[in-house]
């Protein structure tokens, strides 16, 4: 079996490497927050830095490669898709793009009206709008279909009235979009609809709060007699749940989790190497080289999995159970990671990157608080396992 990619991928990996050299700053390590892949949010160093590259990465097209050429994107393969993705991830790059880009355009492609198209696709494209995700509230997480939030009809416009919470970024948001109770009489899931409108809308607050990395990134939503017109619905009204499951086929190898946690590897094995500890270095510490030797070929078993992900995708075969699988180990294993990296160095790995003696700009001292994220968002590990239980092995509920 041959892993490698074709000549031209290999080629415009060259092309992404050159430009996060020359586009990412020299102490990029110590400014960003993002982990194996996984970036909680941004921070208040990287946010500057995140702007001026998120134009230039516009410019080239990168974040919506993956979009038809009909809305503005480039028809790009999954194999360049895993590239660009691996070379950020592996760099630790801001993301690019968000929920915009992922899935609010996608889902518009599909279930938006012309005027929708119109108006969000392009500024997507140019990086001109961002949105937030309007879906889990105080009593409604795990079990989404729960959703209060309620959209009542009066005249052309809808009155919305609820509360979300853990919402990234919407206090920075153009756009929320938004999954809403539109009918309570029939079983959960199908009385529920899709809205997109601005977080200016009077009546809509929103209300910051610090995530595990002491970065302003969650908020709560409150909604309280929010008048949005018709327009404002996305597809037909009650068929919101089966939009939020949709969406166009994007690469779903999870490979940036396994390029993040190989480059986290690399440093941690290079400051073993440096660094003596009771006169000795701790690469030659019998329990320490266990546990990385160990881990690195985790991670080895990541990578060949995110690749037979993409080999399947270019195959046209259904991914949904091994994406599942990728999820579930690619964000256990960088929790682990994380674990391992700060056990390795001692109370040193306590330290935060405001100490000088913080090892690596306190880079694992933060990826052991950012990793704790890595088993909720985008469907915690417990659902993720009762997923593949029931799909993957034929289970019972
Ligand atoms: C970094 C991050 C960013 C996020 N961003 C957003 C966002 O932008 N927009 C948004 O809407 N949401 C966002 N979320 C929220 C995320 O979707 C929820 O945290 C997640 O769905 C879990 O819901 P919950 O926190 O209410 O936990 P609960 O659903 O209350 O779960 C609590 C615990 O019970 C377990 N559990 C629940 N049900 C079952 C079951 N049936 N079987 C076994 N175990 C179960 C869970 O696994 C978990 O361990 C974000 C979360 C994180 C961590």
Sequence with gaps: MDFGLDPEDELFRQEVRAFLDRELPADWLGMSVSWAGYGAASGELEGPVRQ?????????????MAWPKAYGGQDASFTHQYVYNEEMAYRGAPESGGIAVTYVGPAIMVHGSEEHKKKFLGGIVRGEISFAQGFSEPGAGSDLASVTTRAVRDGYDYIINGQKTFTSGAHLADYIWLLARTNADVPKHKGLSMFVFPMKTPGVTSRPFLNICDVLSFNDVY???????????????????YQAMTGLDFERSGVARFAGCRRAMELLVRYMKETKWNGRYLAE???????VAETAVDIEVGRLMALRIISMQTRRMSVSNASSVSKLYGSELSQ??????????????????????????????????????????????EIQRNILAQRGLGLPR
């Design 336 to 381: 682990r990671l994380a674990r391992l990296g700060a056990d390795v160095m001692g109370p040193f790995g306590t330290l935060t990157r405001r100490s000088k003696w913080a090892p690596l700009s306190g880079f694992f001292e933060l990826a052991y608080r950012n990793s704790v994220s890595a088993t909720l968002g985008a469907g915690t590990s």
């Design 223 to 241: 909604f309280d007699n929010v008048r949005v017109p018709q327009d404002a619905l996305v597809g037909e009204e009650d068929k919101g749940w």
């Design 285 to 291: 510490d019998p329990l320490a080289r266990e546990r």
């Design 52 to 64: 001026t590259f998120y134009k230039k990465l516009i410019k080239r097209g990168w974040p919506t």
